[in-house]
C-alpha cells in the first residue's frame, strides 16, 4: 500500500540529519582509501555509463541510511504504480507515461479507451515512416525538389530536450553517415529569433515542425504565423511546408493546414517529451528513424535498472537520494551539471528545465506547504570551458556547489591530435579527473589566496562514447532521477502552475487591460 | 585618502541589517504606489538605456543606507584609483585598465614605458587596418581570394565574451548592410569542438585569430595544432591564415607563425578583455572597424557615468548595491540574468564568468578570510524560454532568486508581425512586464497549488534597441557593477587564483605521475 507521505516525517529524515558532518571529503577521499572508495562508490548503468559517487559526502552508514529512506519513501513502489498508470499527477488528475514512448515496464496501461503503448509506438512508427518518406524523395515540395532542412518550432519542453538531443548527436550522426536533414529551432516569441532563422535557411526546402501539445502556446502559434508569412511571401504554399505534433483534442489535430499530424498526449509532460513524437519527430528527420529507435532503447534500458529497489544498483535513485542529503541535511542551495562534452553543450539547459520546472515547488502532492527545501537551482555548461568561466567560484567561493560531471573516454568524431604526446580527448579526460580530486581535497598553501578547501562534493556519470544509446541513458537517468526526489520531496514533479500567473498577465497587457505599476511598466516598454 | 576595510567593519553593515525585512515587494508595488515606484525609482544611462529598480526590496530609508555605504566604501575614489592607473589587483600587483580600452577617464597612465591609452588605441587602428585589407581583398589567401569566415580560438574570457557580443550584434550587422564575414569560435579542448568548427567551414577561406595572452593556454595552442593539422592537410600554409592576439612578452608575439599580431597587456583580466584586441580583432572582421568602433564608444558612455558618486545616479554602482543588500542582508546565494531578446542568448554565460570568476572569493585583498558571503552564483536564458522553463521554481520554489531582467522597445530587425492585433515585439515586452509584477506580487488562491507567494525582487534595464552603442553600454555596466561589488567586499576582483589547482593536477594525470583517488578516475577515463 502506497503511502505518500512528508520528507520530515520519516525516521530517515532524523537519522541523516545526525550525520549531516560525518563525511569530510577531504579525508576520506585522500591516500589509498580515496583510491578505494573511486573502485568502490560507483553503480554499473546500461549502454556503457557508470555513475561514480566517491567523491560525494556520503560512507557506507550515510549511504544506509538513505537505503532506508529509499524503502520507506517507497521509491520503488511509487515509480512502479506511476509506469502502472496510476494517477500520479494528482494536480492534474493525470497518468505519467512518458516511460511508455520507450518501453513497456509493467502491465498494459489503458486510457482514453487505447492501450497507451501500443498508441506511442504507433506514432513513432507514423513519424518514421514519414522521415523515410522525405528522405527518399516520396514527400517533397511542390516542385518535387527534396527537404533538406527540418526547423522545429516550439518552446519550453517542445524546444530544450529535441535541441538538446540534436546537437548531442549532430557530429555523431554526420561521422556515422546517417540520413540527414539539418536541424534548426524556433522558441522564442522575440521576432528576431525567428526572423533570424529564416533568413538563415532556404525555405523553399525546409521543412517546420509545430509543436504544441495544447495547440494553444502564444509563442508557438505567433512562429507558426510568422514562418507561415515568410513561406507565403515566396510564393509558397505553407501546408505543403508544415506538420504538426500535437494532443488530438488540440485546434491543429484536424487541420488541413498541415502535411502531417503526430500525436501525444496529456500523460506526457513538455519537459518529458524528448522520447515522444516531441523529439521523435525531428529527431528521425535529422538522422533517420533508426538512430531515434536507438536513443529510445538507451533510454528504456534505463528505465528497467530504475525499477531496482536497492539503490546500490540503482543510479538514478541513488544520484536522488545524494541531492536530497545535499539539499536538505547539507543546506546546499544550488547544483552544476557539468559535461565534459562539447556535443553535451545544451544538456544542461534541458536538465534546467527539467529539475526546476518538476521540483521547484512548495506545496506537497497534497497542497500543504512544506516545511523543508525543495528542488535546488541547476546550472551548467561543458567543461573544460566553465574551467575558465565560473569555476573559481565553485573552487574558492563562500558557497558550497555540488557538481554533476559527465566524461566518456571516446570522443564522437575520432578525429584528434597528438600533442606532448597527448590527444585531446586525453586532456579533457585528464581535466575532468583533476577537477574532482581539486573540488573534493582542495591544497593548503602559505598564501590564503592560493589556498583551495576542498570539501566540494562531485559525482561523475563516465561513459565509452556519447552514441544515441548513452544519450538515452543519461536522458533517461536524470529524468527518474527527478522524478525520486519528488517522491521523497512528496511534490507533484508533474504540473507546473507556477508559469500560469505570468501567461494571465501579459494577455492583460496585450488587451491594455491594466493598472498601477502593471502599467507603468507597460509604458515604459511602449506596449 | 582610500582605506581598504571589510563590509562588516562599515556603519552600513549594522544599519542595512536592521532593515532587513523593511520592504515587503507585495505590499509596496500594489496600487498607485507601485505607479510611482516605477516612475521614481530609475537611473537614466548612456544610450538609450535606463535601470528600473521599483521591484526591488528597497524604499528611501533603504537607499539612504545603501548611498551611505557607497561613500563609506569609498567606492567612486576606488574607481578613480583604479582608472587613474593605481595597482588594484593587489595579489598580481597589477594596474586594471581594461576602461582604458574605450576611453579616457582620469590621468594619462604609463606602464611599460608608454601611455597605455595611445597602447590600447593603436592597437585598435592596427586591428580596423587589418580588417579593413581583409575586406577589401588587399590581404587574400594564396590563391588570391578573399576571406569569407573568421574563426576565433581562445577559451574563457578570450571566447565567452566575443562570442557574446558577436551572436548579440549578427542580425544587426546583416540588417544594416555592414562589411560582414561569418565567424565561428573554437574554445573546447574536446577534439570534437574543433573538429566539427572545422568541418562546417571553407578553410580555405577561413582566417583564424589565436588568442591567448599568455601564449601558454593549453586548449588553445592544443586547438591551434588541431586548426594548423587541417589547414596543412588542405594543402594551405597556415601562416597566411591564422593572426595572434597576444601579450607581446608571450612566446607568440614574435613568431612567424602568424600574418600579424595585436597586443593586449596584462592590465586588462580575459574577464575584461571584450573590448581590447581580444574581442576587437574578430568583431572589426566580422562586422567591420566602425561598429566595433561605436561599441567601444558605447561602453566609454557608461564608464564615465559610473564616476558619478551618487548612487542614485549611477546605474552600475545603484545595481552593485542593491545586490550587495540582496546577497549579505536578504541573503539570496544566486541571481539570475533574464534578456527578453533573443540576441542577447549567451550574455548570461558571460555575465557568468563576469562575475563569478571577478567575486567568487573568500579573501579580502590582504588575504584574510572574510566572515560574510561574497559574490553570487549567476546563471540565466533568454526570454520568453525561460519562462516555459526554470521559471516554474523562481515562482513557486522554495528558493527566492532575484532577477535581472532586460528588454528592448523595439527588434534588431524590425520584421514582424501582427497576431490578434500585437506584433511579437510587442508579446515579448509585455511578458516581461507581466513577469515581474507576477514575482513581486505574487497572487493568492483557494488552491496552494496555485498560490503565488510574490516577494521575488527584480530589476529591469530597458533600451530603446540593440545596438552596438547600447550592447557596449550593457557591457559596461556589467563590468563597473561587479568592480564596485568587489570594493564593497573588499576582495580582489582581479585575480582567478581559483583556477590554478586543476591545471597543476591536469597536467599531472597526463604525465601519468598520480597515485590514489587521482589515479583511479585517471584509469576510470582511459587516460
Chains 1, 2 share one sequence.
Not at 556503457?48 to 559526502?57: H, M, P, Q, S, V
Request: aromatic residues 8%.
Amino acid at each position: 500500500m502506497i503511502e505518500w507521505k512528508n520528507f520530515d516525517t520519516t525516521a530517515a529524515y532524523a537519522k541523516l540529519n545526525g550525520l549531516k558532518d560525518k563525511v569530510v571529503l577531504k579525508e576520506v577521499m585522500a591516500g589509498e582509501n580515496g583510491a578505494e572508495r573511486v573502485a568502490k562508490y560507483q553503480v554499473p548503468m546500461s549502454n556503457g555509463l557508470t555513475y561514480n559517487f566517491a567523491a560525494k559526502e556520503v560512507d557506507d552508514e550515510v549511504l544506509d541510511a538513505l537505503c532506508g529512506l529509499a524503502k520507506e519513501a517507497q521509491l520503488a513502489e511509487k515509480y512502479e504504480a506511476l509506469y502502472n498508470g496510476e494517477v500520479v499527477n494528482t494536480g492534474e488528475k493525470r497518468l505519467v507515461l512518458h516511460q511508455l514512448t520507450r518501453g513497456q515496464l509493467g502491465r498494459d496501461v489503458f486510457a482514453d479507451g487505447v492501450n497507451k503503448r501500443d498508441f506511442y509506438v504507433g506514432e513513432q512508427k507514423k513519424a518514421a515512416d514519414f522521415a523515410e518518406r522525405v528522405h527518399n524523395g516520396e514527400i517533397t515540395n511542390a516542385a518535387g525538389e527534396k527537404f533538406t532542412t527540418v526547423v522545429q518550432i516550439g518552446i519550453g519542453g517542445s524546444d530544450l530536450g529535441p535541441r538538446a538531443m540534436y546537437i548531442a548527436l549532430d557530429n555523431w550522426a554526420r561521422k556515422n553517415g546517417c540520413s540527414y536533414m539539418e536541424a534548426r529551432f524556433i522558441s522564442n516569441v522575440d521576432p528576431d529569433d525567428a526572423a533570424s532563422v529564416l533568413n538563415g535557411i532556404d525555405v523553399a526546402h525546409s521543412l517546420f515542425v509545430l509543436v504544441s501539445k495544447s495547440g494553444t502556446t502564444l509563442e508557438t502559434l505567433t512562429n507558426e504565423s510568422f514562418v507561415k508569412d515568410a513561406l507565403k511571401k515566396a510564393g509558397l504554399d505553407p501546408s505543403r511546408h508544415m506538420v504538426a505534433v500535437t494532443s488530438e483534442t488540440s485546434p491543429l489535430a484536424a487541420s488541413k493546414d498541415y502535411l502531417a499530424a503526430f500525436f501525444m498526449d496529456d500523460y506526457i509532460g513538455g519537459r518529458y517529451s524528448s522520447s515522444s513524437c516531441v523529439g521523435g519527430v525531428v529527431l528521425s528527420l535529422a538522422f533517420g528513424p533508426e538512430v531515434f529507435a536507438r536513443f529510445l532503447k538507451g533510454a528504456a534500458d534505463e528505465d528497467v535498472l530504475a525499477k531496482n529497489p536497492d539503490p546500490m544498483q540503482n543510479s538514478a535513485m541513488l544520484d536522488a537520494l545524494i541531492g536530497v542529503f545535499e539539499r536538505n541535511i547539507k543546506d546546499y542551495p544550488v547544483t552544476a551539471v557539468l559535461p565534459y562534452s562539447q556535443a553535451l553543450s545544451r544538456f544542461p539547459a534541458h536538465l534546467q528545465q527539467l529539475d526546476m520546472e518538476s521540483n521547484g515547488k512548495s506545496v506537497n502532492r497534497f497542497g500543504e506547504p512544506v516545511p523543508y527545501v525543495t528542488g535546488p537551482i541547476i546550472f551548467g555548461e561543458p567543461g573544460t570551458n566553465g574551467q575558465h568561466s565560473f569555476y573559481q567560484l565553485l573552487h574558492q567561493g563562500k558557497t558550497i556547489v555540488p557538481l554533476q560531471f559527465v566524461g566518456f573516454k571516446n570522443s564522437q568524431l575520432h578525429q584528434d591530435v597528438l600533442i606532448q604526446n597527448t590527444t585531446s580527448q586525453q586532456k579533457l579526460g585528464a581535466n575532468v579527473a583533476a577537477q574532482i580530486m581539486a573540488f573534493a581535497c582542495g591544497k593548503d598553501d602559505e598564501n590564503p589566496n592560493k589556498t583551495f578547501a576542498g570539501g566540494r562534493p562531485s559525482s561523475i556519470i563516465i561513459g565509452e562514447e556519447l552514441t544515441p544509446e548513452s544519450l538515452g541513458a543519461l536522458l533517461a537517468h536524470f529524468e527518474n532521477k527527478v522524478m525520486f526526489q519528488g517522491f521523497v520531496w512528496n511534490i507533484n514533479s508533474f504540473d507546473q502552475e507556477g508559469v500560469q500567473l505570468g501567461k494571465v498577465l501579459a494577455q492583460r497587457v496585450l488587451a491594455h487591460n491594466t493598472d498601477g505599476a502593471l502599467k507603468a511598466y507597460s509604458d515604459l516598454l511602449n506596449i
